[in-house]
């Protein structure tokens, strides 16, 4: 049975600086040799099978700026009784093996994907990070406690990205608590039950503290194009001019793809434009990255909608890239993971 340890509702208020529509954390061994766990939204359709999805972000969180978002457990791991962000486990579904503890014998490395765009990997060697207990955990989760508050590791201009972990089932808490701080939002549930020193509202969870800022989004435009590739190596190709200011004409953007299927933008609603550090600033543009929705026409026929990101990773375009999600109704009729433009270049402007 699951007990609420705390709730929280971001409403997707007028003046959201940036919705998170989508998370991916993979945990992997730093040598590649034994088993990596990845954790995804509920929604995220390149999030590879076998996958545990502890959070349903419900098409999206929207953060005004200094608001925050946590996300950590939400339940119990189906047919075990691990938590599902049990990152310094590694725990996963893999009924072979569900926990491979991150250790200074077996270190661990850690990725992290917000809205498609990769916004941090863990440090090189084997220190590791706050998600992985900085790779001292012990085989057979001893005594040792995880417990530890929030570090900041991303700034992508839109929002900060901090990682914490909850432990208030190993041991005695360290001075600073058992709980990152804060630690409240719609996708933390403690679990009932007996633990170690817990009795109830029981964690072993890494936690991602995700938190708004202001971000420019009325200046500048994007112009360019290209193709990349579907999973099943379908080629598909986009043309596009858009303005950060979706008021700003024109907006366009079209995709083609194959046997013959076309959508065409007629509606950018919106649109967010930011700057993000990771990526090489392209030349004389205030911006990096242009992160969108819309409504348009798939084969000729309107009720289509998209989603999209596309980045100038600065000249000659062999860093660019794209990604895009286009559905009617319910149904995506296309998805594109994020990947580098196989031909062609998007240019950022002023």
């Excluded at 808490?173 to 709980?179: E, H, L, N, V």
Aim: hydrophobic share 40%; with cysteine.
């Amino acid at each position: 049975m699951l007990g609420v340890a705390a709730l929280w509702f971001v409403p997707a208020v007028a003046n959201a600086q940036v919705t998170i529509s989508s998370v991916k954390v993979t945990v992997a061994s730093v040598t590649g040799i034994t088993k990596t766990a990845v954790y995804c939204d509920s929604a995220l359709a390149t999030c590879a099978a076998g996958a545990v999805r502890p959070w349903n972000l419900g098409g999206g969180v929207s953060l005004a700026v200094g608001q925050t978002l946590v996300l950590s457990q939400t339940a119990f791991l189906a047919g075990t009784s691990e938590g599902n962000f049990d990152t310094s486990d590694r725990v996963d579904a893999n009924p072979a093996g569900h926990v491979q503890e991150c250790s200074q014998v077996d270190p661990c490395k850690v990725a992290i994907e917000i809205n498609g765009v990769q916004v941090y990997t863990s440090p090189a060697g084997n220190g590791g990070d706050v998600l992985v207990a900085f790779n001292q955990d012990v085989a057979g989760n001893g005594p040792f406690n995880e417990a530890h508050q929030y570090v900041q590791v991303a700034d992508t201009s839109s929002f900060t990205l901090a990682l914490g972990y909850a432990d208030n089932e190993h041991s005695a808490c360290p001075a600073s608590g058992c709980f990152p701080n804060p630690f409240s939002g719609p996708y933390v549930v403690g679990l009932n039950g007996t633990f170690g020193i817990c009795h109830s509202n029981c964690f072993d969870a890494g936690a991602l503290l995700i938190t708004g800022l202001a971000v420019q989004t009325g200046t500048g435009r994007m112009t360019g194009g290209g193709s990349v590739f579907t999973p099943d190596g379908t080629r598909v190709t986009h043309g596009f001019e858009l303005h950060c200011d979706v008021n700003d004409l024109p907006n366009n953007l079209e995709i083609n793809w194959a046997p013959a299927n076309n959508f065409h933008l007629d509606v950018l609603n919106t649109a967010v434009c930011t700057n993000t550090a990771a990526i090489q600033a392209p030349p004389d543009a205030p911006f990096d990255t242009f992160v969108g929705t819309g409504t348009g026409k798939l084969n000729g026929v309107s009720g289509a909608t998209i989603a999209f990101t596309l980045v100038d990773g600065g000249e000659p375009g062999t860093k660019d890239t794209a990604t895009y999600v286009i559905k009617v109704g319910a149904q995506t009729v296309l998805t594109v993971p994020v990947a580098f433009l196989d031909k062609g270049n998007q240019q950022a402007h002023k």
